[in-house]
C-alpha cells in the first residue's frame, strides 16, 4: 500500500486540472498577446482566469498579477515594496518562522542596507501582536506575515495584523502559499496590501503562482521585458498553468475541506494517545485543516523518514524545501523545541485524496518503526 502525506512539499494534479492544461497545450496554445484567434483565446482564458482566482480572495481582476510560482510572488511582493519605497524609511519586519522565499529575501535586503526586526512568536507559532505594534516606527515600510506556516500550519491572525498595519501606514504582505483556498481570505477586511499564492499546493500545476498587489500600492518590477501583467511581471504568461490554477481554485469543496481537518484529527488523536512521548507542533485548533506536524522524542527524523518510505509513505522532516539539511528547522527552534528534540519531528500533510485506510495503515507501520530507532536510541534508553 502507498500514502503520500507529503502534500505540504506538492500535490497531485487533479485530473480535471490535467485535461485543462492539455487542452491550452495543444489545442489552444497562441500566445496572449498575439491579435489573430489563437492569441485572442489565450488571452480570454487568462483574463477568465485572473476573475476566478480574484473572486477567491475578494479582489479585483486587475490586482492578479500571475508569476512562476509562490517563491516568486514573495520575492517580487517584499523586494518590489522595499526598493519602490525605500525613500519612506529603510526598516522592514517579519517573522522568525517565515518560508525560506520570504526569510531569505529579507536577509538580502539586509545586507543591501534595510534594517529588519524579526518578530518572536510564542510557542504555538502565533505573532506577538504587542511586539509587532512597538516595532512599528516612522522609518517603517513593510510587514511580512506568514498566513499559514508551512512546518507547523499555525494559522495567523491576520485580520488583526491587517488592522495594526493599517493603523501604523505600513504595507502589509503575507505569503498565503499554504492557506489559499483553505482557509478564508477576504484582502479588502483583512487590509491585505500584498499576498502570493501557488497552484501546486492546491492539486494545480506545479510552475505557476500568484501574486496579489493591492490597486495603488507601488512595487518595483524585479523582470524586464514586455508590457504584461500590469507592467509588473515580463515574460509571455503560462496559459496552460494559469488556466490550471483557475482551474484547481474551482475545484475546492468546502465538505472535502471539512472531511481533510477530520481526517487529520483522527490521526493526530490517535498518534499522540498510542505513541509516548510525542508532541504535536502549532495551535490544535487554529491549524491549517491538512497539517499535523509531530515529534518523536529520541529518535532522528531523517531516519523516520526514510523507514517509512521503505513501507511506501511519503513524509516530510519540516518543510519540504529544508528536508536535506542537518540542521533544525528554525520554525521548530523559534516555538521553542530544543534541537535535540526538534530533529524527532516528522510532517504529515494530507489531502482531499487521503483515506482513512492510508492513515491507519500509515500509523501501524509508525507505531513500529518508532518504537524500533527507540531502541537504538541512547537517549531513549535513558
Not at 536577509?107 to 512597538?134: A, I, M, P, R, Y
Not at 511580512?144 to 500550519?153: T, W
Request: aromatic share 6%; with cysteine; glycine share 8%.
Amino acid at each position: 500500500m502507498r500514502a503520500y502525506l507529503d502534500n505540504g512539499a506538492t500535490t497531485m494534479a487533479a485530473p480535471e486540472v490535467v485535461k485543462v492544461v492539455n487542452e491550452y497545450f495543444t489545442d489552444k496554445y497562441g500566445n496572449a498577446s498575439s491579435l489573430h484567434r489563437l492569441g485572442q483565446e489565450a488571452k480570454e482564458a487568462l483574463e477568465n482566469s485572473r476573475e476566478i482566482i480574484a473572486k477567491a480572495i475578494n479582489a479585483e481582476p486587475k490586482e492578479i498579477i500571475f508569476t512562476s510560482g509562490g517563491s516568486e510572488s514573495d520575492n517580487l511582493a517584499i523586494k518590489g515594496a522595499a526598493y519602490a519605497n525605500k525613500d519612506g524609511g529603510n526598516h522592514i519586519i517579519t517573522t522568525k518562522i517565515e518560508h525560506h522565499a520570504v526569510e531569505n529575501s529579507f536577509e538580502s535586503l539586509e545586507k543591501e542596507g534595510f534594517k529588519v526586526t524579526w518578530l518572536n512568536v510564542d510557542k504555538e507559532g502565533f505573532v506577538e501582536l504587542e511586539q509587532l505594534k512597538k516595532e512599528i516606527t516612522a522609518k517603517t515600510i513593510l510587514v511580512s506575515i506568514i498566513h499559514a506556516n508551512n512546518e507547523i500550519g499555525t494559522v495567523q491572525d491576520i485580520e488583526k495584523i491587517g488592522r495594526i498595519c493599517k493603523e501604523k501606514k505600513v504595507l502589509f504582505h503575507t505569503d498565503a502559499v499554504q492557506s489559499f483556498t483553505k482557509v478564508p481570505i477576504d484582502v479588502k477586511k483583512m487590509n491585505i496590501d500584498l499576498a502570493s499564492f501557488s497552484a501546486h499546493k492546491l492539486h494545480g500545476p506545479k510552475g505557476i503562482g500568484a501574486l496579489y498587489v493591492k490597486k495603488g500600492t507601488k512595487i518595483k518590477k524585479m523582470i524586464d521585458g514586455g508590457h504584461q501583467e500590469n507592467e509588473l511581471r515580463a515574460g509571455t504568461e503560462n496559459i496552460p498553468g494559469i488556466a490550471g490554477f483557475a482551474k484547481a481554485v474551482e475545484l475546492v469543496n468546502e465538505a472535502e475541506l471539512k472531511k481533510t481537518a477530520e481526517l487529520r484529527d483522527y490521526f493526530v488523536e490517535k498518534v499522540l494517545k498510542e505513541i509516548p512521548e510525542t508532541i504535536l507542533n502549532g495551535s490544535r485548533t487554529k491549524r491549517l485543516c491538512n497539517n499535523a506536524s509531530i515529534t518523536f522524542k529520541y529518535i532522528e527524523g531523517e531516519a523516520l523518514l526514510l523507514r517509512l518510505d521503505d513501507k511506501g509513505i511519503s513524509v516530510s522532516t519540516g518543510s519540504a524545501c529544508s528536508s536535506t539539511e542537518l540542521k533544525p528547522s528554525h520554525v521548530l527552534t523559534a516555538i521553542g523545541l530544543p534541537a535535540a528534540i526538534a530533529h524527532g519531528t516528522t510532517r504529515f500533510t494530507l489531502s482531499r485524496y487521503t483515506t482513512k485506510e492510508e492513515l491507519d495503515y500509515t500509523f501501524n507501520v509508525l507505531k513500529e518503526e518508532v518504537a524500533e530507532l527507540r531502541k537504538m536510541s541512547p537517549l531513549w534508553r535513558k
